[in-house]
Nanobody
């Protein structure tokens, strides 16, 4: 059974930073893409960032490009999301997700391309 456990969320003022972590277990972490999504109250879950299995390719939603950075440490089975220059509109529950296809170099932005999800971590940005 694959488990993804997020941590690092919290309350921060606008302009501040957070680093989210997602620890994976239950299958070979290093061969699958990993993604971050978020969901604000009353809104659909939306794509934030993704990294391919090797970490060579990354892709970001336009709304976070230049402010957020996704990275992974395959030796630690962990993916990270560094959130800088946070804005109140970044307030949401952030979820990490593990991709379906091993060794793919495609960047996946749709929820259907991921088959395992964490429980989420709340990020609240005050103005």
């Amino acid at each position: 059974q694959v488990q993804l456990v997020e941590s690092g969320g919290g309350l921060v003022q606008a302009g501040g930073s957070l680093r989210l972590s997602c620890a994976a277990s239950g299958r070979t972490f290093s061969v699958y893409a990993m993604g971050w999504f978020r969901q604000a109250p009353g809104k659909e879950r939306e794509f934030v960032a993704t990294t391919t299995w090797s970490g060579d390719n990354t892709y970001y939603a336009d709304s976070v490009k230049g402010r957020f950075t996704i990275s992974r440490d395959n030796a630690k089975n962990t993916v990270y999301l560094q959130l800088n220059s946070l804005k109140p509109e970044d307030t949401a529950v952030y979820y990490c997700a593990a991709g379906r296809f091993p060794y793919s170099m495609v960047v996946f932005t749709r929820t259907g391309s991921y088959d395992y999800w964490g429980q989420g971590t709340q990020v609240t940005v005050s103005s």
